[in-house]
């Protein structure tokens, strides 16, 4: 009996991994990383849901707080801001929204800043107006300019 060695047990375990290597030769996976044919491909399908378009706001509907404070604020732009240098109009503050009364009009208060150092005594002045009616036909009920 022949004593095999290390290297010998090797050999025939490289010859082993050779042989099996080439009887799996012969099958065919495709290029390198491509499954097999039998693996069938997933399929993904994206579901979306139409959300409808909010309604366009007719001229009939009536005036909402948003477009009083507008209508309130281009008053207050064209009788005091226009013919103020330096003073400006101050952004809606939604913590004071105008107040809807009983009578569907809406009670606004426009804040503009004076020039500084121009006017002692106060720090803003305000468009106080009353507006009512559409949105294709608002009515300014009343309004006036205030120092505070």
Known sequence: MKRRGPLRA?????????????????????AAGDPPASVPTPTVTVTTTATPAPAAPSP??????MTAWTACAVLGQAQYVNQTPGSELRPYDQTHPPTNNADGSWNV???????????????????LCDISGALGAPKLLRWTLKDI
């Open 109 to 127: 208060i426009v804040s503009m800043a004076p020039p500084p150092g121009v006017h002692e005594g106060y720090a803003s002045i305000v468009a």
């Open 60 to 65: 009939d509907d009536p005036i909402d707080a």
């Open 10 to 30: 090797l050999t025939v375990a490289g010859a082993g991994a050779l042989a099996i290597a080439a009887g799996i030769s012969g099958c065919s996976f495709g």
